[in-house]
């Protein structure tokens, strides 16, 4: 497909940047191209093109009218997904699979919230004689959107997506990372008819493009996703002006494994959940949290699984891809290196023909890691998985919820009642029981607690978030 790869794109026009950043194939470590590097000024035009969607066509349509659009650019996306995949496995490194995942995943989003955007209704109050009162459920107007490298299409998916659902007007600012298939989205969303300005797309670095988008007092919502450190930075910026924030950071998030687990059925996830994307998730499971019944017998499973593991260039599609540039590399390296002391339980290894300038990591299980250590509290983001191993439910529970992280939880176990117990218990936006991600469901409501964030992104709670109530009080007497 044809887009213009070094451009932004502003009120419908595709403009060309006063400078370019390159763009890096992680599994070669060669540049392909450029992309824009947008500016505070392109942030500031991209938010008045916004505005004026709203006081124009964009704000004009009505909630049916915006729901048969995004069902449209869902349509469309689906019918590019082989391209949209490909150009994201260039960008992110990630297997050709997962990237085609990710597409479908975008236009699944469009598609969900497409059917939702006129099924969201405000409500009437019994009150005081002589009143009616009643909500009107409203957009916040111009929503900011700041974006990471890992999953850009299912990010944008699950926000822009929402955000235009509930008739805002979008700045997207992808990550400097991984910036085209936001690019390939918009070109996609225009074509299929969404209105000039309704979607402005300004790449370029969070520290330029980024904090502009996070402290303009022109944006009425800022939706962010990425790092913790970064995510209090840009609510700091937004602080400013009290604009609201949504945040999605990051994550250090356990399975627990009880002896009376059904393995077969949980092994696969064990592994797989904190090894997707090279770990590059923010919902990893980097945390295997084992009863010591069946510890032994989880790790060798787990060994083995490993020991098969390869990663390569994401268009072999081996299972797993590259870290995103040199830079993640050096801080997992850092992570790896302070494994100094802990036991491996099990590696996996680098594709022999691998290309040297990739930037490769070989997944690696470790054992027996006391839950303070760093590897057992920080988000190394990384295919590293640590085992922790545990005598009691307590026990378990104090494990899993001692990180200041709590995005997502796992648990593993035929008991009913321990389910329901752990549940409520574990400090987590999401958990699953016997199962883990629930295979992405754009459906389920998603977000952090502590320092994962705050706020809910997907399914209809991510609808509540991109609007605000507002109550109407009439007094007829
Ligand atoms: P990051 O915080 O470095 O960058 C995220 C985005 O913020 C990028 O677009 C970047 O350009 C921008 N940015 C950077 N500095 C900025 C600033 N000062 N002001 C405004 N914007 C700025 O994160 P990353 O390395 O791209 O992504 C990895 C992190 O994202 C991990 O911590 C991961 O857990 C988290 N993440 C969270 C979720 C979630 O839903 N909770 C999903 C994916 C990733």
Same mark, same amino acid.
């Given at each position: ?36 590097? @947008? *500016? ?80 969201? #209704? ?37 926000? %822009?997506?929402?955000?235009?659902? #509930? ?25 299929? @008819? ?27 919502? %800022? ?12 609510? #700091? ?7 609201? %924030? ?61 020991? @098969? ?15 995103? *540039? ?7 390296? @850092? ?7 802990? *036991? ?127 109550? %109407? ?5």
């Amino acid at each position: 497909m044809t887009y213009p790869t070094d451009r932004l794109l502003i009120a419908g026009t595709w403009r060309p940047a006063a400078e370019t950043l390159p763009a890096e194939n992680p599994s070669t470590g060669g540049i392909e191209g450029e992309i824009a590097r @947008g *500016s505070a000024d392109d942030i500031a035009e991209a938010v008045d093109a916004a505005r004026q969607a709203l006081g124009g066509a964009w704000g004009r349509t009505d909630a049916t009218d915006r729901g048969r659009i995004l069902c449209r650019i869902g349509e469309a996306v689906r019918a590019r997904a082989e391209d949209l995949a490909q150009i994201e496995a260039r960008d992110v490194g990630k297997p050709l699979r997962q990237a085609r995942a990710d597409a479908l995943a975008l236009a699944r989003y469009c598609e969900f919230y497409g059917g939702a955007a006129d099924k969201i #209704m405000g409500e009437t109050i019994p009150y005081r004689e002589g009143f009616t009162v009643y909500t009107l459920r409203e957009p916040h107007g111009v929503t900011g959107h700041i974006v990471p490298w890992n999953y850009p299409m299912q990010i944008i998916g699950r926000s %822009v997506g929402a955000a235009l659902a #509930m008739g805002n007007a979008a700045v997207l600012k992808p990550a400097e990372d991984a910036s085209r298939s936001a690019l390939a989205f918009a070109a996609i969303a225009v074509e299929a @008819g969404l209105p000039p300005g309704a979607l402005n797309v300004v790449p370029g670095l969070g520290v330029e493009a980024g904090a502009a988008l996070a402290g303009h007092p022109g944006v009425d919502h %800022v939706s962010f996703t990425g790092s913790s450190a970064v995510g209090a930075a840009v609510q #700091m910026a937004a602080a400013r002006h009290a604009t609201p %924030v949504t945040l999605e950071l990051g994550g250090k998030s356990p399975q627990i494994v009880f002896d009376d687990a059904d393995i077969e059925r949980a092994l696969p996830f064990l592994a797989d959940a904190g090894l997707q994307n090279a770990g590059q998730t923010c919902s990893a499971s980097s945390r295997l949290i084992i009863q010591r019944g069946v510890y032994e017998k989880v790790l060798d499973r787990l060994a083995a699984r490993y020991r @098969g593991l390869v990663a390569g260039p994401a268009m072999d599609d081996r299972d797993l891809g590259p870290l995103i *540039s040199a830079k993640q590399k050096a801080i997992v390296d @850092g992570f790896i290196a302070r494994a100094a002391g802990l *036991s491996v339980a099990a590696a996996g290894r680098i594709a022999d023909d691998a290309p040297a300038a990739g930037h490769y990591v070989a997944p690696l299980l470790l054992r027996d890691v006391d839950p303070s250590h760093a590897l057992a509290q920080d988000e190394i983001f990384g295919p590293v998985q640590v085992a922790i191993p545990f005598d009691t439910e307590e026990e378990a529970i104090a494990i899993a919820n001692g990180t200041p992280y709590g995005l997502v939880a796992g648990v593993w176990t035929r008991d009913g009642a321990r389910q329901l117990r752990l549940a409520r218990a574990l400090r987590a936006g999401q958990v699953f029981l016997n199962n883990y991600g629930a295979g992405g469901g754009v459906e389920l409501p998603f977000g952090g607690v502590g320092r994962s964030g705050h706020g809910r992104e997907k399914g209809f709670e991510a609808l509540y978030g991109f609007s605000a109530v507002k109550t %109407v009080a009439a007094w007829h007497g």
